[in-house]
């Protein structure tokens, strides 16, 4: 009966629908993880440039705090 309607109707049987649900769903999931990825990616750059920035600073007042012991 499912094929009789799918030739009338041009809907896909059952078998195929769920083939391509669980199709779409693994699509769904790859783009979900390269969001993630994407994400991931782009915090670590801040985090990087805002640990340097503070590395920086830091040693900027080392260098201060010597510079001050030194006169």
């Known amino acids: 009966m499912t094929r009789q309607l799918s ?8 078998e195929t ?4 649900d669980d199709s779409d769903a693994v699509n ?3 783009a979900a993880h390269f969001r ?9 750059g801040q ?7 503070l590395r920086t600073a830091f040693l900027a007042e080392l260098a ?4 001050g ?3």
């Open 47 to 53: 985090f990087e440039a805002k640990a340097s920035e």
């Open 28 to 30: 769904a999931v790859y």
């Open 7 to 14: 030739k009338v109707f041009g809907v896909p049987s059952l």
């Open 69 to 71: 012991e030194a006169a």
């Open 17 to 20: 629908a769920s083939r391509i």
């Open 64 to 67: 201060a705090i010597r510079g």
């Open 36 to 44: 993630y990825n994407s994400r991931m990616r782009e915090l670590e």
